[in-house]
């Protein structure tokens, strides 16, 4: 039973959508801004936690090297985003990376770490323009980029505490319920993205 609550109250924390702060002006309305910003967002927030958990699952170096290539190379793409540089179907990539990071999760699949870095690394850039896109005008881009890489590193570290949890007994089934959960959810906002884009 203890184990049941504890799942639920995991799946009650990554459905749960924060309120959004309002716009502040300066460096710490821009920190402020890029913490809360992938916390708001609930297609961003689940790939995020994902990179962590499926990290862990493939355990050293992967462990710490996705969640380190995550936020660099996300910050890249938020600088593409600011300047406006046009990409393909960011919607549908950011989506695409909650379905395909979660599936990764799911069913346990160990590509390799090339493959595995490169997925984080590709899906990174079109979360980090998204995120440089929707750059609030009042906020400090330098706070903002600060806030929101280290508001992502910790979801990784989230992710990454649920995927070492999963070596205790009993705990395995959240972290494959944990990935599933995060597919169905990138599934339902590929739908959405595609509907948008059809």
Known sequence: ??????????????LALPASAH??????????????HPLTGLDHLVAMVAVGLWGAELGVPALWLLPII???VMAIGGV???LGVPLPVPEVFVAVSGLV???????????GLGVAAGLVAIFAVFHGHAHGMELPRAANPLGYGVGFVTSTGVLHLCGIGIGLLAS???????YRGSGGLIAVIGAYFLMRALGVLL
Not at 1 to 14: E, F, I, Q, S
Not at 101 to 111: D, H, Q, S, T
Not at 168 to 174: D, L
Request: proline content about 6%; charged content about 10%; hydrophobic content about 55%.
């Open 1 to 14: 039973m203890n184990l049941r609550l504890r799942a639920l109250g995991l799946v009650a924390a990554l």
């Open 168 to 174: 205790r007994p009993g705990w395995q089934v959240v």
């Open 80 to 82: 593409l985003g600011v």
């Open 101 to 111: 990071l979660g599936l990764a999760v799911a069913l346990r699949w160990n590509p």
């Open 23 to 36: 716009e502040q002006t300066g460096l710490i309305g821009g920190l402020t801004s890029g913490i809360l």
């Open 70 to 72: 995550f936020p660099l």
